[in-house]
């Protein structure tokens, strides 16, 4: 069975910086691609960046291109996200999702979710 457990969320102020941390388990993640999404109260959830497992290729949301950065480490199964130069409208629960195969930013065609963690970014 396979388990996506974020970690690393918080409160910060604006310019601040956090790391996420989404640990993966269940099966072989070789052929994945991993992403982050976020949801903001009252908005529907939102691409933020993914990764494919095996090649390392990394795609980002407009919105957040040059202030955050995605990789992961193979041998922990565990995949980041360094957020710099966060902003208030960062705010929002974060989530690591896992689909098979190919890149996407739609959310539906993720197969697996994390159970989020909570971002907040103070003016």
């Known amino acids: 069975q396979v388990q996506l457990v974020e970690s690393g969320g918080g409160l910060v102020q604006a310019g601040g910086s956090l790391r996420l941390s989404c640990a993966a388990s269940?099966?072989?993640?070789?052929?994945?691609?991993m992403g982050w999404f976020r949801q903001a109260p009252g908005k529907e959830r939102e691409f933020v960046a993914a990764i494919s497992w095996s090649t390392g290729s990394t795609y980002y949301a407009d919105s957040v291109k040059g202030r955050f950065s995605i990789s992961r480490d193979n041998a922990k199964n565990t995949m980041y996200l360094q957020m710099n130069s966060l902003k208030p409208e960062d705010t929002a629960v974060y989530y690591c999702a896992a689909k098979g195969k190919y890149y996407s930013d739609y959310a539906s065609s993720y197969d697996y979710w994390g159970q989020g963690t909570q971002v907040t970014v103070s003016s």
């Open positions: 269940g099966r072989t993640f070789s052929s994945y691609t």
